[in-house]
């Protein structure tokens, strides 16, 4: 049994002009990937700060296990999330990969 969990985390540069149709292409297929076997938990959301160095979406995925990435990478769902994702973004995202203590985690 794996002792971590992964965080997968992409800060990404969509077009301004991405309509709010776009957005919900990317949130409908968003909830198809929640289903994927190991996805504990999807964030999505547009960012309010001006510390972003330019990146105005984040999106993050925790997987129960450091493995589940490769079963999530090339599956057809994440594939069709990612050609929805190349007609709206404005370049190309940044991507970090951690693991974490096992979910759920304990408390600080």
Not at 36 to 58: A, T
Request: overall charge negative; hydrophobic content about 35%.
């Amino acid at each position: 049994m794996s002792e971590e969990s992964l965080e997968h985390i992409l800060f990404m540069k969509l077009k301004e002009d991405a309509s709010d149709a776009d957005i919900k292409r990317l949130t409908d297929c968003i909830e198809e990937l929640k289903q994927l076997p190991g996805v504990l938990n999807i964030s999505f959301g547009k960012n309010f700060s001006d510390r972003s160095g330019g990146y105005n979406w984040g999106y993050r995925v925790l997987f129960e296990k450091k493995s589940d990435l490769d079963f999530y990478g090339p599956h057809p769902t994440h594939e069709k999330f990612k050609s929805i994702l190349n007609e709206v973004r404005a370049g190309p995202p940044l991507v970090c990969d951690f693991l974490v203590p096992k979910f759920p985690f304990n408390k600080y």
